[in-house]
């Protein structure tokens, strides 16, 4: 496709519950990212792919987070016993050299 | 004290005012700076990609970098209605596509008609 797509949009979790968002980067980019943006705040490193590889997971808030890219395109990022401080908005972009692409993100609100 | 400091705002401007966004960051390794407009519900969307000091202009948007300050702007002349989003600053150190952007918190811009 043109850009970086996310789905789902919107995710309504009650607490405890797992979810699993979904990144589709743009054909060929090597690089995906995963960003959090809480709100009225910038977005916040997460974790970072290169191809298949996730060489980056520093930004990831605890355990309960987890994100895989297995052949190197679509990348998913699971929260497990999602907590309502894990409500934000979870943006993905991808690059192939310096210009870096987000998505519209998927909002996730833990009630 | 955050790597990167941005005025949240709001910042609200008539309609062709000069609009000025200021961002100040304390890591020396930034050498790749950018501004991003997030409207409502939607990405960020890449305005400006500056690497080093001085000024680059694309049409109304100049962004600014004073490396020796620790200081970079975006001035939006001429402000439409359209120009209404959040601006957010973003910087990195070299080697950008494969580390991440350290964003400040975002400037709400509102430019009234």
């Known amino acids: 496709g043109a850009g970086v797509s996310q789905s789902p949009r919107y995710k309504v979790a009650k607490r405890g519950q797992d979810v699993a968002l979904r990144c589709d980067p743009i054909s060929g980019h090597v690089s995906l990212f995963w960003y ?7 977005p916040e490193f997460l974790t970072y792919f290169q191809n298949e590889a996730q060489l980056d997971k520093s930004g990831l808030p605890s355990d309960r987070f987890f994100a895989e890219r297995p052949e190197g395109s679509v990348s998913t990022l699971k929260i497990q ?22 998505g519209s993100g998927t909002r996730l609100t833990v009630v | ?36 407009r997030q409207y409502s519900r939607k990405g960020p969307e890449l ?40 601006y957010l600053c973003a910087m990195t150190p070299p080697n950008s596509g494969n580390t991440p952007l350290v964003f400040g918190k975002g400037t709400r811009l509102s430019v009234i008609a």
């Open chain 2, 1 to 36: 004290q955050k790597e990167v400091e941005q005025d949240p705002g709001p910042l609200s401007v008539p309609e062709g005012a000069i609009v000025s966004l200021n961002c100040t960051y304390s890591n020396s390794a930034f050498q790749y700076f950018m501004w991003y």
């Open chain 1, 36 to 42: 959090q943006q809480a709100l009225g705040q910038g």
């Open chain 1, 81 to 102: 016993r999602t907590q309502q401080e894990d409500s934000a908005v979870y943006l993905c972009a991808s690059s192939l050299r310096t210009e870096v692409t987000f």
């Open chain 2, 47 to 86: 305005l400006m990609y500056t690497y080093s000091s001085g000024n680059k202009e694309d049409g109304r948007f100049t962004a600014q970098v004073d490396k020796s300050s620790k200081y970079i702007s975006l001035f939006i002349r001429d402000s439409q209605p359209s120009d209404s989003a959040t």
